[in-house]
């Protein structure tokens, strides 16, 4: 099971950006997905968060910005970008905090999936 993450790339302060997340492999389910982001010398921060019934959660950087979205039949998960800024810089990871697989025989779960990672950079 993989997670990979696109969609990050060059924008202008004041434009958009839509990010994607899907995860690759033989996955029965997912459970809460969220995006995060790491400023160059800074820590790595969430950004935002949706369970799987689509419930989200916000940071307060993001709000009224972004909105995070998923389409669970395509284990893909998103994150549109509005109104950017120069501080949205960072590179953004796609998380997912619990995955159950088909196995073989049987079902199994593995936690704390991360994507690879994708760069935005707002700039003019």
């Known amino acids: 099971v993989q997670l990979q993450a696109s969609g990050g790339g060059l924008a202008q302060p004041g434009g958009s950006l839509r990010l994607s997340c899907t995860a690759s492999?033989?996955?029965?389910?997912?459970?809460?997905m969220g995006w995060y982001r790491q400023a160059l010398g800074k820590q790595r921060e969430l950004v935002a968060a949706?369970?799987?019934?689509?419930?989200?959660n916000y940071a307060d950087s993001a709000k009224g910005r972004f909105t995070i979205s998923r389409d669970n039949a395509k284990n893909t998960m998103y994150l549109q970008m509005n109104s950017l800024k120069p501080e949205d810089t960072a590179v953004y990871y796609c998380?997912?905090?619990?995955?159950?697989?088909?196995?073989?025989?049987?079902?199994?779960?593995?936690?704390?999936?991360w994507g690879q990672g994708t760069q935005v950079t707002v700039s003019s």
């Open positions: 998380n997912a905090d619990k995955i159950t697989y088909y196995s073989i025989t049987h079902l199994s779960t593995g936690y704390d999936y």
């Open positions: 492999g033989s996955i029965f389910r997912i459970d809460a």
């Open positions: 949706i369970t799987r019934g689509g419930t989200t």
